[in-house]
């Protein structure tokens, strides 16, 4: 093991210097023990999660996103509530036990509305229910949560309350995403957050902060991506978060966090395809996210451009996966795959 490593006890100044580690020998040894960290934490099981993006609409102005409500350019659409029901019933034939509903902050995805959306889902498949809406109010949450929702994503972006603000000008009041996840929580969700790394502005001090605040909030899920700019958007023409940098991300993350489920994200595979998704897996990740979002409307929902999805589609990438995580001395997880339970 690398000096100076120590999994969840890991000081601030290692995760910096890992951060800025750029021998290649050192990180495999950074990676190597991250993936020994994940097989006795987590098992070998890689959890797949349905992702259903039900809404493109956003009232946001986020500098960096392509549903931004000032993106003139951007398609908008909002799934019915059957639509949304019979992507939940492909996931679950296609052997998935979660459905990710996700969309922008859409004030037309109301409270009763999602309730419905979601209690239909629960009665008519045994998928758990995961929902990453956005800032809602806690009626909402309480609401979904009695509705049958099991999981709710709210991804906190960046510790630095300056950066946070300057890139998502605040719509009115200050919202604090870290109370909010505890107050999650308390609802008897499972919480997932995470930060976007590669953001305009941001310092290795800052995104070495961001990882101390995810371990401190002893997350279920942790999902971190690159920044991709979207020619759309006032940071279009910035560069972009590296794969480079992924890697060692998702590596701390797991170190950090041992028994909480981590992605392989799409943003990933947008930049580096399969095989990037792959050295993710090695690095800690243990989840993979299939978009079931119809196709129809999936290239509307454009946060940044060329969005990696299976050009076969959904179901076809899932019975793709076994033989892929077979190579690799992987397999696929059964059932909704709820954190922390024993391997």
């Known amino acids: ?30 990676f190597a023990a991250a993936d020994v960290c994940r097989r006795n934490n987590v098992g070998e099981a890689v959890h797949l999660r349905g992702l259903v993006e039900i809404s493109s609409h956003c009232r946001r102005m986020c500098l960096y996103c392509g549903l931004r409500s000032g993106n003139r350019h951007a398609s908008r659409y909002r799934l019915s509530a059957d639509e949304a029901l019979d992507c939940a019933k492909r996931i679950e034939a296609a052997g998935v036990g979660t459905a990710v509903l996700q969309a922008g902050e859409d004030g037309g995805l109301t409270r009763g509305f999602i309730s419905d959306m979601v209690r239909s889902i629960k009665q008519h498949t045994r998928c758990a229910v995961t929902l990453s809406l ?91 991506g690159p920044f991709i700019p979207h020619p759309n958007t006032p940071l279009g023409q910035h560069e972009g978060g590296t794969l480079d940098l992924a890697y060692i991300v998702i590596a701390l993350c797991r170190l950090l966090a041992p028994r909480a489920h981590i992605p392989a994200t799409t943003a990933i595979a947008t930049l580096g395809g399969e095989s990037a998704r792959a050295k993710a897996l090695s690095c800690g990740a243990n989840v993979i996210m299939p978009n079931f979002t119809p196709a129809m409307y999936r290239e509307q929902y454009e946060i940044y451009p060329d969005k990696a999805c299976p050009e076969e589609g959904a179901e076809r990438f899932c019975e793709g996966l076994h033989k892929r995580l077979a190579q690799l001395g992987r397999t696929v997880g059964v059932g909704p795959g709820k954190t922390n339970t024993a391997v």
């Open 1 to 30: 093991m690398p000096k100076g490593l120590s999994f969840s006890e890991m000081p601030f100044e290692s995760v910096r210097h890992w951060l800025l580690e750029r021998d290649p020998g050192r990180l495999e040894a950074l």
């Open 134 to 224: 956005g800032e809602r109010d806690d009626g909402d949450y309480l609401a979904w949560k009695q509705a049958g929702a099991d999981r709710y994503l709210l991804r906190f972006e960046t510790s630095d309350r300056a950066l946070y603000d300057r890139l998502h000008p605040p719509r009115g009041e200050r919202y604090d995403r870290v109370a909010a996840l505890q107050r999650l929580r308390a609802m008897g969700y499972e919480i997932g957050s995470g930060v976007m790394f590669g953001l305009p502005g941001q310092t290795v001090e800052t995104l070495a902060a961001d990882l101390m605040l995810i371990a401190k909030l002893d997350l279920d899920m942790i999902g971190c």
